[in-house]
DNA sequence: GGTTTTTATGTTAACGTTAACATTATAGTA
DNA sequence: TACTATAATGTTAACGTTAACATAAAAACC
């Protein structure tokens, strides 16, 4: 069993030296033709394989960059990664992918396994679980480039890449309102992520803005998932009748599609009885008994503009520290109220 | 700027050697106990992170395994995805993911790439356009450990992983004669990927055991894709009415629903007049008009095992190849017939 | 107390590559 | 032709770590 073909039998197998081998397989100038094709020949009949891990070691550089991912099954991440997989392999690098589990205990050992290998910039979106910033700071300590998409931290000199939650939340909610409903309410995300953050306060914005009064009872913190969209629901079902909301702004699809069975187990109508609108598109939203209002993120967008960012950061140091938002689209079905009657506000 | 702290700083800060310090913090017997524990809390309070590259390098072994995807965005990956990344954690391995897009020119770069990064072995679900298997060889020449998983490639000496596609493609067929459909179409996949041939293979064999004639004329390759089945069934539904299928056996979930909308925007009924299963279980299939039967992958379970068949091939080199099929399970909705007079076949 | 065993630490070389400098061959010039 | 500029190739050291062997110090034995 031959054991793995390196620079050094090219070059004994031709009677050159290592370098001359090196430089002609990687394109430097000051080779002459007939010995650049010859290398070139010779190492691919014996099988050469270059090793990435000697060249990182003494370039210092590995043209690999971590991305570390709180949840990989939510529909947003994919397409996301999809872009940031585009811009990498279009700049000639690649990708270690952790997965934090919406776990800050996992999220901080990725972090720390991924300095340790050595990779040339980090892209992140936050655990849910994150309560410090610790962990961060420390990969900046070591002048590892960061950068936050989609759930984001700031105010720690890092650059952002993220959809403008406020405005899109605002915007979402001023549309229920244009429909004439007044009591709304909101489930929201954990206050821990910036996201959740961002979105209950564009749902405060916005009512506030068309002169609506806030109603804390109807503030109901559910998290990101279809199971905690249930419960909160459950809970607004169970206030007085005329407390209960005529409309519901969701953190994202997930919570408005577990809200939506509470409301239908209880035989309540979308629309009619209470409309909901949801924050993400997710692939399902249209495809719901009433198909579901909701917010678009253009994710592959998002991945793409994080991964570029990273990418100048990585290439020049200098590179200045930014919050990008990437604008989202409201995407009107018939959850909101409109199409209802057939036709839309 | 500081530069990055190594393990000779550690030991200058101390006035020992080395290789004290390398001892101590990898947990090597014959170390002092009040040595180690300088060494811990001198690295700590420097900052010091040690160096993968290099310790790769020694070693030649990354503790790194490389993972090939045709399409992330298919709902089958990230599921599968998360099944390799808590195996590979597990384990204390990092993925490098690529993206193929389902080209084998990018394919193959993936592969050279990886094992250029040295991984310790390599995941790979096939592109669709893939025709020959050099790049795979390629990489075997090099004892780099390889595992096929849901797109598989037999015959060339390497594991496999995937779901019971030949056994599942006849049990829901069959389960569609049951029925008793006659006239049963089949929208197949590319007969390039090893999915596509074990689900049409499955298709003939329930139609054979039953007695029942293959009508080549209803077979069309309609690929994975919902573009893909909308014009097949198209196809089909221009067949003289006593040509067409009764029911339609999709070789995934989303060519049935590319089939679907041509069968309801041609005014027929699901199941009534054309009944149709798909394969996957996509999260979509329970929300259509019309719920589909489909047969369901335990796709995180597909990846665990491929990731763990792979960490036994590195870590023990005699690991015997395998062909590992993991069980699937038929999931009835109403698409097939069932349910829809009020009762279950 | 001296010899052997055990434990703790140090030294050297190696992993496979490239940068930087050194040398030799070739071409160009006067 | 001799001298210089340029192109082609070679040599050495370095990247940060660990294995393998070497040595020194401490403990155990008779």
Redesign the pocket.
């Known amino acids: 069993m031959r054991k793995?073909i390196?620079?050094?039998q090219v070059a004994e197998e031709l009677g050159?030296?290592?370098?001359?081998v090196?430089?002609a397989l990687?394109n430097r100038?000051?080779?002459?033709d007939k010995?650049r094709e010859k290398v070139i020949s010779t190492a691919r009949r014996m099988g050469y394989v270059?090793?990435h891990i000697?060249?990182s070691?003494?370039?210092?550089k590995t043209f690999t960059i971590g991305l570390v991912v709180p949840e990989i099954t939510h529909s947003f991440f994919p397409e996301a990664i999809r872009g940031i997989e585009e811009a990498a392999y279009g700049a000639g690098y690649q990708l270690i992918l952790t997965h934090s589990a919406e776990d800050s205990e996992r999220e901080n050992k990725a972090l720390q396994t991924l300095a340790s290998k050595r990779v040339d910039g980090i892209l992140i979106s936050t655990a849910e679980s994150v309560t410090d910033y610790e962990s961060y700071e420390s990969i900046m300590r070591l002048k590892l480039p960061i950068v936050f998409f989609d759930r984001c931290v700031y105010g720690i000199g890092a650059s952002c890449v993220s959809i403008d939650d406020f405005e899109s939340a605002k915007k979402i909610t001023a549309h229920l309102i244009q429909h004439g409903y007044k009591k709304i309410a909101h489930l929201s995300g954990p206050s821990s992520v910036s996201i959740g953050r961002a979105r209950i306060e564009g749902f405060k914005n916005a009512m506030d803005e068309n002169g609506l009064s806030i109603n804390d009872e109807l503030i109901i913190e559910s998290g990101f998932h279809e199971a905690g969209g249930y419960e909160s629901m459950l809970k607004l079902l169970q206030l007085p009748k005329e407390k209960q909301p005529q409309a519901v702004v969701a953190v994202n699809d997930p919570a408005a599609f577990g809200a939506m069975n509470a409301i239908l187990e209880n035989g309540l109508r979308i629309p009619e009885d209470i409309a909901i609108v949801g924050f993400s598109d997710d692939i399902r939203a249209e495809l719901m008994p009433t198909p579901l209002t909701t917010i678009r993120q253009p994710a592959y967008e998002v991945g793409k503009r994080a991964a570029q960012k990273l990418l100048a950061h990585i290439e020049n140091k200098d590179e200045i520290i930014d919050e990008i938002i990437i604008k989202s689209e409201i995407v009107i079905r018939e959850s909101c109220g409109c199409y209802s009657d057939g036709k839309k506000i």
């Open positions: 793995r390196t620079a050094k050159i030296s290592i370098m001359t090196s430089r990687n100038p000051n080779v002459d010995t270059p090793d000697a060249k070691l003494v370039l210092q």
